[in-house]
Nanobody, 117 residues
Framework: QVQLVVSGGGLVQAGGSLRLSCAASVSIFSITAMGWYRQAPGKQRELVAR???????NYADSVKGRFTISRDVAKNTVYLQMNTLKPEDTAVYYCNAHRVEWTKDYWGQGNQVTVSS
């Protein structure tokens, strides 16, 4: 069983910054991919950013240049630094862990990010 504990988020004005952290109960070095997803009211959950075990990253077009995903292997933690936030970034953000050997993905609890205009 893998546990993902998410912290950070909250309320910020447009143009501001927030950072989300996702602490895993297992070594993230062995995890194939860790990602951040978000779900806004009435919308489907979407991938925001992902980091692959080799360090490769990819982002949704809507956040490129504003968000940065990173990891600290020693702390088994993945971060999402969110800059220049926009009201359309308002959503519940989730951390995800995927490993090809697992039978399922694991998810952290959702954390609300609200950006006021």
């Amino acid at each position: 069983q893998v546990q993902l504990v998410v912290s950070g988020g909250g309320l910020v004005q447009a143009g501001g910054s927030l950072r989300l952290s996702c602490a895993a109960s297992v070594s993230i070095f062995s995890i194939t991919a860790m990602g951040w997803y978000r779900q806004a009211p009435g919308k489907q959950r979407e991938l925001v950013a992902r980091i692959i075990s080799g360090g490769y990253t990819n982002y949704a077009d809507s956040v490129k240049g504003r968000f940065t995903i990173s990891r600290d292997v020693a702390k088994n933690t993945v971060y999402l630094q969110m800059n220049t936030l926009k009201p359309e970034d308002t959503a519940v953000y989730y951390c995800n862990a995927h490993r090809v050997e697992w039978t399922k993905d694991y998810w952290g609890q959702g954390n609300q990010v609200t950006v006021s205009s």
